[in-house]
């Protein structure tokens, strides 16, 4: 006597192919619809127009002689000015962007401690890649670096950084 379809082994394994592909695109979408990719970014042509016309502030940290040592221990980041004409007690724009998350991009802006140390504390330790930034308060100058958080030694943030 032949045993009932549903305990052999060939059905179940013709049935287990197509739900597998069925779990496996509803998984996929819902991955998409978390993150949204903002890989290319819609007026991509404007801003390659802006990043021309900032390559100046860069000539300009250059002419100051700006240098920063960058370091990122755990929650906490800081940098230290190496060389430049700073002001003392200026605030700066420090900006962060992710390559790939852009949900997770902030700026801030950070000032000097009695040391002339620039200190910003994060809600929860930053790693991986990311672009760092940093702008003087009133837009004369910029520095940018790609960095791997955390740093195991101080970064150098300097003028041919981009």
Known sequence: MTRPWYRQFWPWFI???PTAAVVGSIATAIIASKDGVNLV???YYKQGKEINQDLSKFDRAEALNIRFALEVNGQELTLKPLS???P???ALYLSLFHPTLAGQDSEHLITADGSG????HFERPLTG???LRVDAFNHEWRLQETVQLPTQAPVELDPKGR
Not at 117 to 120: G, I, K, L, M, Q
């Open 15 to 17: 049935i287990a192919l």
């Open 41 to 43: 970014a819609e007026d």
């Open 84 to 86: 430049g004409d700073i």
């Open 88 to 90: 003392p007690g200026q």
């Open 117 to 120: 140390t620039y200190r910003f």
């Open 129 to 131: 890649k990311w672009h």
